[in-house]
């Protein structure tokens, strides 16, 4: 019996661990930087939270989520994405005062067509930074985000684009402008979106079908109709991220996928994982919190798709910082068990150590600490021993020395 993986479900095994951790780490390190700290969230939610976030008429909401009727009659679902569990935490935790700046790692589920860089369990490196309609805020999370894809290494092979849809008040106008447009190509649009101008006329700019890709170009923009306030905000966020030397495009055709932005919207994209070309998004969200019962208050954030991220990286080949033992505990038949106490003191006192699980000849042994790039094989021979020493290779420079036992934590920590 062989069994599976679920469709669009991936193991992330062997060379892809070193990635994913060193990615994790760069953006760990950064969030310090940036004054973040962890939010850990539950993968099942209510379903009804995301149906009211992110859109009854997205994509993801009209059938990209994995729910289910639990047995109470409650309907519940995997997590798409980690925006609305971390605001529902936030009321649920009685709403900081202060700006709460909050980052988040671990699984979504989106029931999407897998291919190239597209799952159904993916991993999100998230943040929200919740409680302030500053346009600093926006700047600073943008910038972090940029700063993200600088430290991993991907700036030159992904783009920063920004646009402004706008809020409530402006898009209302626009909308009318927009259908007006759209409505006399009625018969030539895609079904999609047919739909889309009835329910929801911006997102027609998420379109792929070339059919369609004609018409829209032509069509009124956003950014071309924003009231004066979100005209001003956008104004101040750009001022900002030319002081936080953040490049950028502007990019006036970009929308996001899911509903609850409002101003400032952004995407990290590139050209080389064929459709699936964002590395993470994310924007401003002035009603979400107040829609999802808490206070009347603002919030920014994005979300980075790590397995895209970790895809790109072994396709440009990265290097990986890999950290090797410190030292390969190589013993004789007598000398065993001698060894397992040196590999526990040796570990106790911090250092990387590996020895066999079972008695072996030492040539396989040389064999197998070569292969670990190790820097050291201890060679635990019964004369040494009886005299308290220990021959260490320097498996560099293949030179072998004898030291005594005593001295080997200070030589391991000075060499
Ligand atoms: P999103 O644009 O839906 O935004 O997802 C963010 C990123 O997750 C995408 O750019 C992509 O890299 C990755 N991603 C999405 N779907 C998949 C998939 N099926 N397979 C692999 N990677 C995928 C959000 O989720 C918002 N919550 C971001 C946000 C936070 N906005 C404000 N705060």
Do not use: W
């Amino acid at each position: 019996m062989h069994f599976q993986r679920v469709k669009g479900f991936q193991d992330i095994y062997g060379e892809q661990v070193a990635y994913y951790r060193q990615a994790c780490a760069i953006a760990k390190e950064l969030f310090t930087l940036f004054h973040v700290e962890e939010l850990n969230t539950p993968i099942l939610e209510k379903s009804e939270i995301f149906n009211r976030s992110i859109g009854e008429n997205t994509d993801i909401v009209e059938k990209e989520m994995f729910s289910f009727l639990d047995r109470d009659g409650s309907t519940l679902c995997l997590r798409p994405e980690g925006t609305a569990g971390a605001l529902r935490a936030y009321i649920d935790n009685g709403c900081p005062k202060e700006l709460e700046r909050l980052y988040y790692l671990g699984a979504m589920f989106r029931r999407e067509n897998p291919q190239k860089g597209r799952f159904r369990q993916f991993t999100q490196i998230g943040v929200e930074f919740i409680g302030s309609s500053s346009p600093f805020t926006d700047a600073e999370v943008i910038s972090l985000f940029d700063n993200f894809f600088n430290k991993v290494g991907l700036s030159k092979i992904a783009h920063l684009e920004i646009n402004s849809v706008g809020c409530a008040d402006c898009r209302r106008k626009y909308y009318e402008k927009l259908t007006a447009y759209l409505t006399p190509f009625r018969e030539e649009l895609c079904g999609d979106c047919t739909r889309r101008l009835l329910k929801n006329p911006l997102r027609v700019f998420d379109c792929k079908n070339p059919k369609c890709a004609n018409i829209i170009n032509g069509a009124p923009l956003i950014l071309d109709n924003l009231c004066d306030m979100c005209e001003k905000q956008f104004e101040e966020v750009k001022k900002y991220l030319e002081i936080f030397k953040v490049d950028y495009t502007l990019n006036p055709r970009m929308v996001r996928g899911l509903d609850y932005y409002t101003r400032t919207a952004f995407e990290m994209t590139t050209d080389r994982l064929g459709a699936a070309s964002a590395l993470g998004g994310g924007g401003r969200y002035d009603k979400l919190i107040s829609i999802l019962g808490g206070p009347d208050i603002s919030g920014v954030g994005f979300a980075i798709g790590l397995d895209r991220v970790i895809a790109l990286m072994m396709e440009e080949n990265f290097a990986i910082e890999k950290r090797v033992p410190d030292i390969y505990i190589i013993t004789f038949p007598d000398t065993f068990e001698q060894g397992a106490a040196l590999l526990a003191e040796v570990r106790k006192a911090g250092f990387y150590a590996i020895m066999e699980y079972e008695i072996s000849g030492v040539k396989a042994q040389m064999k197998r600490a070569n292969r670990s790039k190790a820097r050291y094989a201890a060679i635990l021979g019964e004369d040494e021993l009886k005299e308290n020493k220990i021959s260490l290779k320097d498996m560099q420079t293949s030179t072998q020395q004898i030291i005594n036992l005593t001295q080997l934590f200070n030589f391991l920590r000075s060499n």
